[in-house]
């Protein structure tokens, strides 16, 4: 099967860390770039952090900055996103994509309490 899933969300403390993975399936991972988005209720979605096939290559949305890490470990076929010193605006599902190929998993809730 072609997919991505999500695991790793949760409730988390305000200043608390949690890591997501994204377990790719059925596509040349090490092939694509891969990217975190988050959309949290009434909002659109965002990119929050991508990188490249290799992982040599990452970007974040400026807020993130700082406190979240991208990375990836082709010979599982898997990215992560490690987040640290969160806060409630935080608080969103999180997805991941593969972005050359247009895949999104179903996402992960990521809850920070206040």
């Known amino acids: 099967q072609v997919q991505l899933v999500e695991s790793g969300g949760g409730l988390v403390q305000v200043g608390g860390s949690l890591r997501l993975s994204c377990a790719a399936s059925g596509i040349k991972f090490s092939f694509n770039p891969m990217a975190w988005y988050r959309q949290a209720p009434g909002k659109q979605r965002e990119l929050v952090a991508r990188?490249?096939?290799?992982?040599?290559?990452?970007n974040y949305k400026d807020s993130v900055k700082g406190r979240f890490t991208i990375s990836r470990d082709n010979a599982k076929n898997t990215v992560y996103l490690q987040m640290s010193s969160l806060k409630a605006e935080d608080t969103a599902v999180y997805y991941c994509?593969?972005?050359?190929?247009?895949?999104w998993g179903q996402g992960t809730q990521v809850t920070v309490s206040s």
């Open positions: 990188i490249s096939s290799g992982g040599a290559f990452t």
């Open positions: 994509n593969a972005v050359d190929i247009g895949l």
